[in-house]
């Protein structure tokens, strides 16, 4: 028969393996919550990058700006030019004076894009930039494809560098 110890050792064993699936199961249940409170995240900041602007926004006034040549620029936006051309990306740099609004389209392999801004405007709390950009004419009179990498020009970076009196408005690009 069973000796009463054997039995209680059995009970104790089986416990103590009961507490370890128990705490498995926490565990488990923990990275789980963990990947739910991830991913929820990750859905709010895409949400949150792709919002929509109401084109219909009172316009209090349009935006005095001039168009800068990227000789014309501070170093720091040229910096943060140099760092960001690679890849499409949008910031706003300000001094005292100036804000500068910079719109780049990452790296391309031909010439002949255009960027045109086609709209400026600010509300009560943000300013507003409506722009296009245009892809290089590729066709040629005659119907032939035209490429100036040919002609030993193989990477452009259109960028558009709008400079306007500083504000802290937050600015709003839209294509």
């Known amino acids: 028969m069973y000796s009463k110890r054997r039995v209680l050792e059995a009970g104790r064993r089986v416990l103590e393996a009961g507490r370890r699936v128990l705490e498995a199961g926490r565990r488990l249940f923990a990275v789980r919550m ?28 349009e935006v005095d700006y001039t168009i800068a040549a990227y000789e014309d620029v501070p170093d720091e936006v040229k910096k943060i030019i140099e760092e960001k051309k690679e890849n499409p990306f ?15 389209y990452g790296r391309k392999n031909m010439g002949g894009y255009q960027i ?11 300013v507003f930039v409506r722009l296009e950009f245009m892809g290089p004419d590729m066709k ?25 009196e500083y504000t802290q408005k937050s600015v709003n690009v839209m294509q």
């Open 34 to 61: 963990s990947l739910l409170a991830v991913m929820m995240i990750s859905v709010s900041v895409i949400l949150y990058g792709c919002s929509v602007v109401d084109t219909d926004i009172e316009r209090k006034k």
């Open 90 to 104: 949008s910031t706003v740099i300000s001094d005292r004076e100036n804000t500068y609004i910079v719109v780049g």
């Open 116 to 126: 045109k801004l086609k709209d400026i405007y600010e509300s009560d709390t943000d």
């Open 140 to 164: 040629s009179e005659n119907g032939e494809v035209q490429n100036d990498c040919a002609n030993g020009t193989t990477e452009h970076y259109p960028v558009i560098i709008i400079k306007t």
